[in-house]
Structures are given as C-alpha cells and as structure tokens.
C-alpha cells in the first residue's frame, strides 16, 4: 500500500508556507551549478518534480511521504515534513538538499554545516510553475524544466479555451475533514491564497469562500449552509493511500440537504494520487475541476494528458 500523505498535515503545511511567504520575499537562488551528483529532496512534489526534468538518478534521498514516481518509494528517506532527521540528511553527505520554504531553520542548520540548499514556494500555482523552473536552472536542467513548463501551459490553455465562454460556477474545494463521525463537523477547505483556488479559477469557478485572512479556513456546517455552494468538489488521495469510506463521506454530505450543491447531486469526491502533491501533475486536476463544473461540454474533444 502506498504510503499516505495526509490532507490535513497537508493543509498545516499549507499554513506554514503562506506565512513565510507572506512575511519574507522569496530568498535569492543559489547559483546555476549543473554539477549536483547527491541531491536531497524534502517533499513529495520537489521528488517529483526532480524525475520530471530527468534527475531522478540523482536523488540519494526523499521523504517518508514520496512515493511518485514509484522509483521513489524505493530511495532512503530522511522523515517527514515535520520531523525532518537534521543527522540523517548529513549523514548523506548531500551536495544540494532542496526544502519547502516554510523549512527556513532547517534550510539554516544546513547552510551552517555548509551544505547547499535550495527552497521553493509552490502554495500557488505560479509558485509551482516558478519552483519548476528554479529546480531547473539550480541544477542545470533548463532546457528540462523549460519543456515541461510548456506541456502545463498547453494544459491550462486548453481548459482556459473550452470554458472561457462559461458562467462561472459558484464551488466549495474540500481538502480536510474527519470522516469518523455522522456527521460533518470542521471542514477545511480552499482559501483565496493556495493552488486549488488557483485551479477553480482557470475551470471557470468562483470560489464560495471569498475571506483572504486565513490561509486554511475551517468552515462549520453553519458556515458551509450559509455559503450554499452549487458545487461541493470533496478532495481525497487516490482509494489505495486511505481507508476512509466514500460511502460514508457523501452521506456526511447528503445531511446538510439545503446545500444547493447536495439538492442537485452535484458533490463530488475526487480520488486521485496526485490532488494533494503541489507539483508538475497537479495541473491534472484542472480537467478534474473543469468536467465537474461544466459537465454540458463536450470533454472527449479535450486532448488527454
């Protein structure tokens, strides 16, 4: 079974990134190199990103969490997000380690040991097509990282085509709540400030949730009435990396039956392995939005990713 990485330490993630990005401007990168030959990578979408632009044979070490592409699952791994082993990383004896920015004391440990670092913000989408192109050109891989940075392009231009003539679609992005219960209870969900809000507005939504203070908001069920979204898009990892049953999650939806979206039959729940990983195959989820929000088109014209 795939390990599975949780939505809702995802979602503190989220926060941690957005603070540091907010307080801080983006740290200076670390000059082209192109020589790197033991690489460290520290969060699923770094991993994947890494094999995406062809140096996946490069990487001596990931993260609990990074199992795409499954050459990865098979690499040492130096723990979690939050419980990053600062000894394990030296004893790798890495000539680059590549973080999240939200890991800024870890980023310094390792600068003082004198190994180089490097740290991207992919908390939005720009930030995820910016931290491709940065991997590219820190490591040397440019021209990689440029290549696939066209094949998004081209994804988010076709879905921009087909809905642009499309009212927009009033929609709430789930990405966590406890499923042990009846009932719903605290769901968090996309705010204004992350990638899914990003990927709603390119499939031509409207987020329901237009508050811009907190980045993860938790919503109530008062609060999920009063929104009233026509569309409920509940995000999950793909069926192998939970045990949580989606039976029981859409009769948790089903209870809040004044919700415009629950009357209609419009929740849905998307399963996929790659809805919760910031990197280069998120942009798959804009056609998962899109044929959700607009179900009239025809999507068979749509080229396939």
């Not at 380690?97 to 310094?108: A, D, E, K, N, T």
């Not at 942009?283 to 899109?290: E, G, I, M, Q």
Request: net charge negative; hydrophobic share 40%.
């Amino acid at each position: 079974m795939r390990r599975f990485w949780p939505l809702i330490i995802f979602a503190a993630m989220l926060v941690l990134i957005g603070l540091v990005s907010l307080r801080n401007s983006p740290p200076p990168l670390t000059p082209a190199e192109g020589d790197y030959e033991r690489i460290i990578s520290l969060a699923p979408s770094i991993t994947e990103t890494l094999f995406a632009i062809g140096l996946g044979n490069k990487l001596i070490a990931v993260t609990d969490y990074c199992d795409y592409p499954p050459a990865a699952r098979s690499l040492p791994s130096v723990g979690g997000y939050t419980d990053t082993s600062l000894e394990a990383i030296v004893a790798k004896k890495p000539d680059l380690v590549i973080m999240l920015q939200g890991q800024q004391q870890l980023r310094q440990q390792l600068q003082q040991l004198g190994i180089n670092t490097h740290s991207i913000d992919n908390s939005t989408l720009l930030g995820i097509q910016a931290a491709i192109a940065s991997i590219g050109q820190v490591t040397g891989h440019e021209p990689q990282a440029d290549a696939l940075l066209a094949e998004i392009e081209q994804q988010i231009t076709a879905v921009r085509a087909k809905v642009e003539s499309q009212p927009e679609v009033r929609t709430l992005v789930s990405i966590a709540h406890y499923v042990n219960s009846d009932q719903l209870e605290t769901v968090y969900v996309a705010g204004q400030h992350d990638f899914y809000n990003d990927l709603l507005k390119l499939a031509g939504g409207i987020n329901v949730y237009q508050g811009t203070k907190v980045m993860v908001p938790s919503v109530s069920q008062e609060g999920l009435i009063r929104m009233n979204p026509d569309v409920i898009i509940d995000v999950f990892p793909e069926a192998d990396d939970h045990h949580s049953d989606m039976n029981l999650v859409m009769q948790q939806w089903q209870q809040l039956d004044t919700i415009s979206a629950v009357k209609s039959g419009r929740v849905h729940i998307i399963q996929r392995d790659y809805a919760s990983v910031p990197g280069p195959r998120i942009f798959r989820l804009l056609k998962d939005f899109a044929r959700l929000l607009h179900p009239q088109l025809n999507w068979s014209e749509a080229a396939d990713d």
